[in-house]
């Protein structure tokens, strides 16, 4: 059993200790932003947010997770609205076929909490996330976007 704390709301489940975190929020609680990609910590389609810090959730298993704060894309909102990096990502166009957009949103939100102003180079060593699309070009605009609201 795992008690878990997602998006604020608490979960208890009946899984292994070693399940993977993503397996849990999609199939256990249901739900389905956060994407299931390479499933090796490799693309980032499954970043969430474990105590602030963004995590690849396929690879953490959901012992480590238990007694932390997880967000995913559906509790990055708040009540004011949109969080800046999704409001960015409308104006700007960024999304393609969208699969990876979730996983790129909670990257760089935990990336901005950390440097509000980041350079290019912050942005190269902190979103390695991979795009199938190619939107890398968008979504750099679009980080420098948000840090201007
Ligand atoms: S599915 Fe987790 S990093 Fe690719
Ligand atoms: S928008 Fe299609 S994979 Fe990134």
Redesign the pocket.
């Given at each position: 059993m795992a008690n878990l704390t997602i998006n604020g709301k608490a979960f208890d489940v009946d899984v292994e200790p070693d399940t993977p975190l993503l397996w849990v929020i999609r199939e256990n609680i249901g739900l389905t932003g956060t994407k299931y990609g390479c499933g090796i910590a490799q693309c980032g389609a499954c970043t969430v947010h474990v105590d602030g810090v963004a995590m690849r959730s396929c690879g953490v298993q959901v012992s480590e997770a238990s007694g932390k704060q997880i967000t995913t894309i559906e509790g990055l909102a708040s009540d004011a609205g949109l969080h800046k990096v999704q409001q960015a990502w409308i104006d700007n166009d960024v999304?393609?076929?969208?699969?990876?957009?979730t996983g790129?949103i909670m990257a760089v939100a935990a990336l901005l909490k950390e440097k509000p102003k980041p350079t290019d180079q912050d942005i190269d060593e902190a979103i390695t996330n991979i795009?199938?699309?190619g939107?890398f070009q968008q979504v750099r605009q679009a980080i420098h976007l948000a840090t201007n609201v």
């Open positions: 999304p393609q076929c969208g699969y990876c957009q790129m795009c199938r699309c939107t």
